[in-house]
């Protein structure tokens, strides 16, 4: 029952979802929306269980992480303390950097 002006308030506000399709449905769908190429970034984890476990297995890491310029992220664990690289961190991709001839969404970054 808000009117436009008040949603638009809300635009760039962090959202909950009651699963993680929902989330990764809303996150594809704003990615798109920045009308930039999506790079889709083969994520590596060092989780004992198997290097193909789940995001649960994994601490949240997805085992492909979809990144464009102008998307916003979020830290889910600390990194680096002293640098305030912290749990909750948000930021925005700035860039995505390919080598010449690259491109996504097939190839990978040299830089994020």
């Known amino acids: 029952m808000l009117t436009i002006e008040e949603k638009n308030n809300f635009k760039h506000a962090l959202r909950l979802f009651p ?23 083969p994520s590596e984890n060092n989780c004992e269980t198997a290097k193909s476990a789940d995001s649960d297995e994994a601490k949240g ?34 860039d995505v950097l390919y080598l010449n001839g690259k491109k996504p969404p097939l190839d990978m970054p040299v830089l994020w």
């Open 61 to 94: 890491l997805q085992q492909i992480v979809l990144l464009s310029k102008g998307a916003r992220v979020m830290l889910c664990k600390n990194l680096s303390t002293q640098y305030g690289l912290v749990n909750g961190s948000m930021g925005t991709v700035v």
């Open 19 to 41: 699963t993680k399709s929902d989330a990764a449905r809303y996150n594809l769908q704003r990615l798109k929306e920045l009308g930039y190429p999506v790079a889709r970034i």
